[in-house]
């Protein structure tokens, strides 16, 4: 089920009302039917999937609660990560065995593809069920008894198909023991879901058109079209990913669960490190407890520290995708942090030696747009194969074909009149991205406002969305990216 369907906003409608009428201490019961309804929805078969994951989990999580051993844990950890294996890159790994067996041995293919269909959403359930065997096992928490409750928190459904991966110390108290309905938590949800609609709708949407079609035609376009179709490609991944888990966090927001923030504007960062801290969160933080930590973190010497950076950023490339593209895209960025830690003493005594203030102003806003250009040129081999992205790339650092004043360049989204429309929509999308660096203060301000008035901007979004969904001849694509993760 997705959020931007009717068949969700008639399910949420159900789904609230019920929620609220169950007595407290019975309203996990209701959270986990209706994520089952919610995950089995289109594919009612998805939900034995669904189910493994829990299960093996919880089994995991009792004897844990009895023994706190490394090998236990180890061993509920990796049948977890297996399940996730075997449908996610069981066809990866035939395809490239019988590649090697026919190139160095030549002999036919021997191992056959099944073509497993990977479940919606499978990383982000199996990743929240090792979240409970490492928060159980390190004494965060005690295992949970009851199956039903432990259930409704594997397949939470604000969640359970893009993240954010939420830690089970956090969320199930939330689930055992839920708070009364508060309209100013549901009016925050209420804005945060309508905001998520416009990222997607609006911005999301606009921008995968546009970039698809520059990037795909790569060879025929000038260096200013490619190199903008990258820019735009970023601030899609960034607008489609963003506003999911804003819609997630305005969901639970409205049924008094508290989820984490998944983003914290990453393109301000001042150093890819920062950029790894904003982007992706509660992934980046499932790295560093269950990969970086255990491998020793950056306790065993500076050369052990790099060889972790580097093994998680291989990991977390070969996370988004069973391809060769995605392994050296997390590559890339692994170079690009272990650099950047390697120089930073080196900047900042450069900086002492010719009497600038690092901190300056100036200063700051070029290294956040050095930052977002490494970035963005990563994020090349994210988008396409290994060879596109070097050709992608090469036209951009050797501008080939360059021509800045090319008039091309003011009808790429197809007229002038829709280049500009993209044009004041990202405006519109960066300046609010912007303000809420402080949304507290922000929200602060807006609550003060009267009831009409704070009914408008809600009110100018839903607009928006509509219009853009309607304004286009084109299919509204409700899909978004990281389902396939």
Known sequence: MNYLSLAFFVFFIVFFVIYYIVKPPYRYIVIFAGSYVFYGYANPSMLFVLMGVTVISYIGGFVLNKKKSRWIYAVFFI??????ATFKYYAFIVDNVNFLLDKIFSIEPIVTNWNIVLPIGLSFMVFQACNYLSDVYRNKMS????????????????????????????LIPQIANP???????????????????????????????????????????????????????????????????????????????????NFNNPYLSQSTSEFWNRWHISLNEWFIENIY????????????????????????GFWHGAAWHFVVWGIINGVFVVIGDIIKPIKSQIYKDIKIDEKAEYIVYIRRIIVFCLITLSWVFFASGIQDSIEICKKIVLFDNLSIFDKNLLNIAGSTTQTFFVLIMLL?????????????KVYEVYSKQPFLLQCLPIAILICVCIFGAWSTDTYVNSQFLYFQF
Do not use: H
Not at 151 to 170: D, E, M, W
Not at 231 to 240: K, N, R
């Open 79 to 84: 049948l977890e990560i297996l399940f996730l």
């Open 143 to 170: 295992a949970e008894k009851n199956i039903i409750r432990y259930a409704a928190y594997v397949a939470f459904f604000p969640t359970v198909l893009s993240g954010p991966i939420q830690k089970a110390r956090n």
């Open 179 to 261: 708070k009364r309905f508060e309209s100013e938590q549901a009016k925050k949800g209420v804005i945060l879901f309508a905001w998520g609609a416009f990222e997607k709708i609006v911005i999301s949407n606009n921008l995968s058109e546009l970039y698809y079609s520059i990037l795909s035609d790569y060879n025929n376009r000038s260096s200013a079209e490619v190199a903008i179709g990258v820019i735009l490609f970023s601030i899609y991944i960034y607008a489609d990913f963003s506003s999911y888990s804003d819609m997630a966090r305005g969901v639970a927001k409205i049924l008094g669960i508290e989820v984490g923030k």
């Open 293 to 316: 930590i255990p491998l020793g973190g950056n306790r065993k010497g500076i050369i052990r520290k790099y060889i972790n950076v580097m093994i998680v950023f291989i990991i977390s």
């Open 428 to 440: 519109i999308f960066c300046a609010i991205q912007l303000k809420r660096q402080n949304e507290g």
